[in-house]
C-alpha cells in the first residue's frame, strides 16, 4: 500500500499540470504537438510553442522540448504510444525559454542535446527563466536547466535510421542570434524554428528585422514542401508568406515615415497596420516589434551616411 501511496504522489508531482497533448501527424514519420498561440500564462502553463518529433528506425529526434519538464514527460509518453522507441536527439531551435526546458527529461532518457552557440552562452545553471517566473514553482516542478552535448555553431549534418538532418544557422542575427533551421532533404520537409509564424505576430526584441527577411527568404530558397514554425499551425511551403508579408510591409512604411521624418515618439501611429489586427497577439506584440524595428532601420541609415 505504501509503495502504491509513494507512486501515485510521484505521478502527481511529476504531471502537475494536464497539458492534453495530443500528437497532429505532419507527414509519415513526422508529428507535432501544436502550442496555443498565447503568452505564456499559468493557465497554459507555457503550452505555446510547436514542439515536433521524426520518427526514424532507429530512435525519435525531437524538434524543441518545449516548456517543463512535465510537457516532455507527458510528450515522451504519447511518443511511446506510437513506437516504442529511444529518444536519441532533442535539437534546440534557439534559446527562448518555451523551446528548451523539456531538456532535462529527454536527458534524464539518454538522449543528446543539440542547440546553438548561444543556449550555451545565454542559459546559465540555477538563472531563473521567464517560464519559473511565470508559472511559478508548483508548475515549473522538476525543470532543470542542462548543458548542450553538441553546440552548433554554423552547420551541422547528422544521420538517424537512414534519415539526414541537415541543421544549420541561416542567419548571424534573425529571430535571436542563434537561430538553427533542420532540413530532411528526403522528406523536403523543414523545421524553421521562430524563423517562421502564422497565426500570430512574432517579436524582434532580440532579433532583426532586416536578418528575419533574409532568412525567410534563404527558407525559401529550400522549396521545402513542408515548413513548420514555432508558433503557428500552417506547415505547407507557403508557411512563410504571411511572415515575410507583414516584415516587408513594415519595413517599408518605416522606410517611408523615416523619410518624412516622422520620430520614435509617432512612428507605432503612423505604422499601425490594420490589416493584422485579426492575428493573434496584435496588441500586445506589434507597438513594440514596430519600434524595434525602426531603431535598426534607423541605425541602418546612420551607418550609410
Known amino acids: 500500500m505504501r509503495y502504491i501511496l509513494v507512486l501515485l504522489l510521484s505521478f502527481s508531482f511529476i504531471y502537475s499540470f494536464e497539458y ?17 498561440l498565447e503568452n505564456i500564462s499559468k493557465q497554459n502553463a507555457g503550452n505555446i510553442v510547436n514542439s515536433c518529433f521524426v520518427q526514424t528506425k532507429e530512435g525519435f529526434v525531437v524538434i524543441d522540448s518545449g516548456p517543463t ?4 514527460a507527458q510528450a515522451y509518453a504519447k511518443m511511446q504510444k506510437i513506437a516504442k522507441l529511444p529518444i536519441k536527439y532533442v535539437i534546440v531551435t534557439h534559446d527562448h525559454d518555451d523551446h528548451w526546458q523539456g531538456n532535462s527529461f529527454y536527458k534524464s ?51 538517424l535510421g537512414k534519415e539526414k538532418f541537415e541543421i544549420k544557422q541561416l542567419e548571424k542575427i534573425a529571430h535571436t542570434k542563434g537561430d538553427l533551421v ?10 524553421a524554428g521562430d524563423l517562421v509564424f502564422n497565426g500570430r505576430l512574432t517579436s524582434l526584441r532580440d532579433g532583426s528585422l532586416l536578418g528575419s527577411l533574409d532568412a525567410l527568404k534563404k527558407i525559401d530558397a529550400y522549396h ?41 515618439d509617432r512612428i507605432t501611429k503612423e505604422v499601425s497596420m490594420p490589416e493584422y489586427k485579426k492575428m493573434k497577439l496584435y496588441d500586445v506584440l506589434h507597438k513594440r516589434t514596430v519600434s524595434d524595428a525602426y531603431r535598426e532601420l534607423e541605425m541602418m541609415e546612420e551607418d550609410d551616411e
Not at 123 to 131: K, Q
Not at 133 to 155: E, F, P, Q, S, W
Request: glycine letters at 8%; aromatic letters at 8%.
Open 20 to 36: 492534453n497533448l495530443k500528437p497532429q501527424k505532419v507527414i509519415e514519420g513526422v508529428y507535432c504537438f501544436f502550442g496555443k
Open 69 to 72: 519538464f512535465s510537457y516532455a
Open 109 to 159: 532518457k539518454g538522449a543528446l542535446l543539440i542547440g546553438p552557440r548561444t543556449y550555451e552562452q545565454n542559459v546559465l545553471a540555477g538563472m531563473e527563466t521567464r517560464m519559473h517566473r511565470i508559472l511559478g514553482d508548483a508548475l515549473y516542478g522538476k525543470t532543470k536547466i542542462v548543458k548542450l552535448d553538441t553546440v552548433v555553431d554554423n552547420n551541422l549534418t547528422l544521420t
Open 182 to 191: 533542420i532540413y530532411l532533404p528526403k522528406k523536403k520537409l523543414l523545421f
Open 224 to 264: 521545402a514542401k513542408v515548413i513548420i514554425g514555432g508558433h503557428g499551425y500552417k506547415t505547407d511551403s507557403n508557411a512563410t508568406k504571411l511572415l515575410e508579408d507583414y516584415l516587408a510591409t513594415m519595413k517599408a512604411k518605416i522606410l517611408a515615415a523615416q523619410d518624412n521624418d516622422i520620430g520614435m
